[in-house]
C-alpha cells in the first residue's frame, strides 16, 4: 500500500549544524504514529517539513505517493494534512471560535452555511460547541488547543500532524481529546512529551536521536500505578 507520507534521507540545517540527518519514515493509512525525544531534537522540523513549511537540503518527501519539492506541489495537500501547532497562537487569527472553525471549509469551497456547520460539528465532537462565539483571544489555553483542533477536523483531513496536543489540556477535556482522536479513521503523527496519553493512542512509536528515528516501544512498567515510558527498540 502506498504510504500517506514518504520521507527518504531528508536533511534539513540550521546555522551551519544538521537538525534532520538522512531521516527517513514512513507513515501508513490509519497508523498512529508517536514521535518523541528531547527538547530541540527537530520534531516540529519534521512536521513542518512533511507540509513543505521546511525545506530540507537533501532527501525526497512524498505524499500520498506524489514526489513533493516546491511550494505548488505541496499545497493540493495541504487541506488533507491537518496541522497542529505547538503554538495554538500561531494557528488562530478570527475573532470568533465559529469563523475560526468554519475558515478552512469555507477557504477549500464550502458554503458559509455549510461551514458554518461543520464547524458547529467539529466544535460539538470536541465538547466545545459552548465556545462558538466566544472571542478567540480570550480563550483559556487549553480550550484554544481544543478550538485548533476542531478548526483542523472541519476540513476532515486524511492526516493529522499534532504537535504537542496536550499542552494546557485538563484531565476532563484530555478524555475528549484522546475520544475525538480515536474516533479520527485517518493516519497521524502524535509528537508529544506525555508518555501517558501516547501509550493510549498510538499504534507505533519512534524516537528522534541524533536527527533520525529509530523504532521505540511504548511500555507500561508494572509499578503500583501505571507508568508508560518510550524505549528505544533493541
Ligand atoms: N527558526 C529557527 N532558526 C534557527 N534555529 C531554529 C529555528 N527553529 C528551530 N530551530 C532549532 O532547530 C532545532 C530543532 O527544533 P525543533 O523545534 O524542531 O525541535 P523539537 O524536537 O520540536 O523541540 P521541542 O520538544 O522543544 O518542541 C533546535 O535546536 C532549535 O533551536
Do not use: W, Y
Not at 475528549?176 to 474516533?183: D, M, N, P, V, Y
Amino acid at each position: 500500500m502506498i504510504p500517506v507520507v514518504a520521507l527518504s534521507d531528508l536533511t534539513v540545517m540550521r546555522g551551519g549544524a544538521a537538525v534532520l540527518r538522512g531521516l527517513s519514515l514512513r507513515l501508513g493509512m490509519r497508523e498512529r504514529l508517536a514521535i518523541v525525544g528531547p527538547n530541540g531534537a527537530g520534531k516540529t522540523t519534521l512536521l513542518r517539513c512533511i507540509v513543505g513549511l521546511e525545506r530540507p537540503v537533501a532527501g525526497r518527501i512524498a505524499l500520498f505517493g506524489t514526489a513533493c519539492g516546491g511550494e505548488r506541489d505541496f499545497r493540493p495537500f495541504r487541506p488533507r494534512i491537518g496541522f497542529l501547532f505547538q503554538d495554538s497562537d500561531d494557528q488562530l487569527f478570527c475573532p470568533t471560535v465559529a469563523e475560526d472553525v468554519a475558515f478552512g471549509p469555507l477557504n477549500t469551497g464550502a458554503t458559509a452555511a455549510g461551514a458554518r456547520t461543520r464547524a458547529l460539528e467539529a466544535l460539538a465532537a470536541l465538547g466545545i460547541a459552548h465556545l462558538a462565539e466566544r472571542v478567540t483571544h480570550r480563550l483559556s489555553g487549553g480550550e484554544k488547543r481544543l478550538v485548533c483542533l476542531a478548526g483542523l477536523l472541519a476540513m476532515r483531513p486524511e492526516v493529522l500532524l499534532l504537535d504537542e496536543p496536550t499542552n494546557g489540556i485538563d484531565a476532563e477535556n484530555m478524555a475528549r481529546l484522546r475520544a475525538a482522536l480515536e474516533a479520527f479513521d485517518g493516519a497521524m503523527i502524535l509528537v508529544s512529551h506525555d508518555a501517558g496519553f501516547v501509550a493510549g493512542l498510538a499504534t507505533r512509536a519512534m524516537l528522534m536521536r541524533d536527527g533520525a528515528l529509530v523504532e521505540a516501544e511504548i511500555h507500561d512498567h508494572p509499578h503500583l500505578h501505571s507508568h508508560p515510558h518510550l524505549h528505544p527498540k533493541g
